[in-house]
Each structure stands twice: as C-alpha cells, then as structure tokens.
C-alpha cells in the first residue's frame, strides 16, 4: 500500500513539474519578437503598434506638456524595478499635467504587458509596443550589439537637435521631454573607454520642479566602470559634442 501510495505522489509531482515546465515553455515563446506576437498585438483593440515616424509624430504633436518616455521590456528586471520605484510614484501624481509614454520595444512579451503595467498602477487603457521594420530601427531578432544602436537611431530620428545620442546601451531607455520636445542630454564618461552622450533617466533630475530645468544644459555623469566598452564613443579624433 505504501509503495502505491509513493508511486502517486512521485506521478502526481512529475505531472506537476511538467505543466510548470509548459507553462514556462510558453511564457518563454511569448516573450520572443515573433509573427506569433506581431500578429496578436494587431489584433487587440489595447494594443497600439508605432513605427519611430508615428512615436515621433505622437511625442512631437504635443506641446501642451511635459513628456516622460519610457521604453522597457517585460521580460527586463531593471526595468521592472524603475517602473515601480521611480514611474509608479511620479505617475500617480503628475499624470494630469505630464504626459507619460510606456512604450514595448518590441513585440516580444506583448501579452504580459498589460498585466505589467497595471501592476503598478500605470496601465491608462492603451499598450503601446515600437513595431518598424526599417533597418535601423527593426529590433525583432537582432543580438545585443544591434539593439543598442537601434536604440540610439531611434532617440536621433526623434530628437535630432542638439548633439549625436551614441550611448544608450540597453533598457530601460528614457526621454524627459520638454514641452516644445528638447529632450535632456547628458555627456556620460567612463574611466577607459571614454564618453558618450546618453538621455537622461526620470530618477537623476528634480522632477518636482520640471518646470525649471533647462533642457538646453548637457548633465555631466562619471562612472566607475566601463559601460561603453566596445563601442564608439568620443575620443581624440570625433565626439558628438564638438
């Protein structure tokens, strides 16, 4: 009898793990730019797909507010970790006289996306996810490296006064946009692999006091570890600021 009854419990744990495992096999699959994900974001009244021409547009037809610009992933720690500590709190008391934009880089994880952002109390009835098939923009299946340079294609087709964005590495990816859209800038420097100008973060600036920054100003932030290793940044012969 005892040996039956393990036998039970030994299938009973084996099927569970199983359906664990299919769960996460799916959740895996979902959170992947594909046809799968392009097609169901099509087709969900929630979801609005933008091409980098109708994110410009969008921010751009707006000088009435301030614009706050996030673009995240769900399938990004840090930027689960900003949304609730550093977006949560500013949108819950600012979103009538500043205008916030969460966008999905992409179609990957579009299904959770919702389910994300309602979690912290950002959800405001529309998903917006990045979907644009020009080369230097298409973030759908491309490594790491060509990430990073779409992202910096993007900020540039967007904001392109001012110096050259060359150092947004990875996401979070943010815009803090004035009302007549400058966005803020900062010239990030590193101990050995030199400087870039990268956009500055909603959590490095007074954002009580919005109103008095001046966007014209490049902010100035030195670390201690390489985050631009690899890639070009300023040096003796080019920088984006001269």
């Known amino acids: 009898m005892k040996i039956i009854q393990k036998r039970k419990v030994l299938s009973t744990c084996a099927a569970v793990a199983m359906a664990l495992l299919i769960q996460s096999c799916i959740r895996v699959q979902v959170a992947i730019p594909n046809r799968w994900n392009e097609r169901y974001a099509q087709k969900q009244d929630y979801i609005e797909c933008l091409t980098a021409d109708q994110l410009k547009e969008r921010i751009m037809s707006d000088t009435s507010h301030y614009k706050i610009v996030m673009i995240y992933s769900t399938g990004c720690g840090a930027c689960s970790q900003h949304?609730?500590?550093?977006?949560?709190?500013?949108?819950?008391?600012?979103?009538?006289?500043?205008?916030?934009?969460?966008?999905?880089?992409?179609?990957?994880?579009?299904?959770?996306?919702?389910?994300?952002?309602?979690?912290?109390?950002?959800?405001?009835?529309?998903?917006?996810?990045?979907?644009?098939?020009?080369?230097?923009?298409?973030?759908?299946?491309?490594?790491?490296?060509?990430?990073?340079?779409?992202?910096?294609?993007?900020?540039?087709?967007?904001?392109?006064?001012?110096?050259?964005?060359?150092?947004n590495l990875g996401l979070p990816c943010e815009f803090v946009v004035s009302k007549d859209n400058r966005v803020l800038k900062q010239l990030t420097t590193t101990p050995h692999s030199g400087s870039a100008i990268t956009t500055v973060q909603l959590f490095q600036i007074d954002f009580e006091h919005i109103q008095d920054i001046d966007f014209d100003s490049i902010y100035l932030q030195d670390l201690d570890f390489d985050m631009f290793e690899g890639t070009p940044v300023c040096n003796e012969d080019y920088c984006p600021l001269n």
Do not use: W
Not at 87 to 96: E, I, Q
Not at 130 to 135: E, G, I, K
Not at 146 to 157: C, E, R, V, W
């Open 83 to 167: 949304l609730q500590r550093t977006y949560a709190p500013a949108y819950a008391h600012h979103r009538d006289d500043v205008k916030f934009y969460f966008i999905s880089e992409s179609t990957g994880g579009i299904k959770f996306c919702r389910e994300e952002l309602e979690r912290y109390g950002l959800y405001d009835g529309k998903v917006l996810c990045f979907l644009d098939d020009d080369p230097r923009f298409d973030q759908q299946n491309q490594g790491k490296d060509y990430n990073m340079q779409s992202l910096n294609n993007l900020t540039n087709h967007i904001f392109a006064n001012g110096p050259k964005v060359t150092g």
